[in-house]
Structures are given as structure tokens and as C-alpha cells.
């Protein structure tokens, strides 16, 4: 993982941690990155993954990582996109993804 995606992952995970712990508000957090490249993306979402499995032990959690449907278009465009679908399953349970 390139150190961009490891300091990326590690500021999300501390944002997150740190609205999951607050007494009020409403808990949510959206997180919208710029374009990324496929494998950048996969590695974020395995970080992002297991960050969320540590969750779940915790409480019960509602997470959704998606790739926006333009910046899918234009992967596709530029590599398999069956290769595509099956590195996204892999890294780690992305909740949605249309296609």
C-alpha cells in the first residue's frame, strides 16, 4: 500500500472512531475520496474492512464502501472488468456495488 492510501486510511479510521464514541449527534460519517486508482481503492477498502470488523464486535454497525458508478465506467474502459468485480469482492465486503 502506497503511504497517500496508508495516511488516507489511518485519518478515516480516526474520524470514524472518533464520531462512533461521541454522546450525541447522529453517529454518521461519509467519507467522499477523489478518484483513486482500482488498486489504491482495494487497499483502502481492506483497511476500511477490517477497521469495520473490529466494530461489529463492538455494536452494531451499517457500512457501505462504493466506487462512484463514473469512476467504475472509466475503470472498465481502461481494464477487465471482470478482473474488476472479482479484486473488489476480494477486498474485503463491500456492502453494494452497482454495475
Known amino acids: 500500500m502506497n503511504l497517500y492510501v496508508e495516511s488516507l ?5 480516526q474520524q470514524w472512531d472518533e464520531k462512533l464514541t461521541q454522546n450525541d449527534g447522529t453517529r454518521e ?13 482495494f487497499d483502502l477498502f481492506s483497511q476500511l474492512e477490517e477497521h ?28 477487465n472488468q471482470q478482473q474488476l468485480i472479482e479484486k473488489i469482492s476480494q477486498s474485503g465486503g463491500i456492502d453494494e456495488m452497482e454495475i
Open 52 to 79: 469495520r470488523l473490529q466494530w461489529i464486535q463492538q455494536r452494531t454497525l451499517e457500512c457501505h464502501f462504493r466506487v462512484a458508478t463514473g469512476l467504475w465506467s472509466q475503470w472498465c474502459i481502461q481494464f
Open 29 to 41: 460519517a461519509r467519507f467522499i475520496i477523489e478518484s483513486l486508482d482500482p488498486q489504491s481503492v
Open 9 to 13: 486510511a489511518s485519518y478515516i479510521k
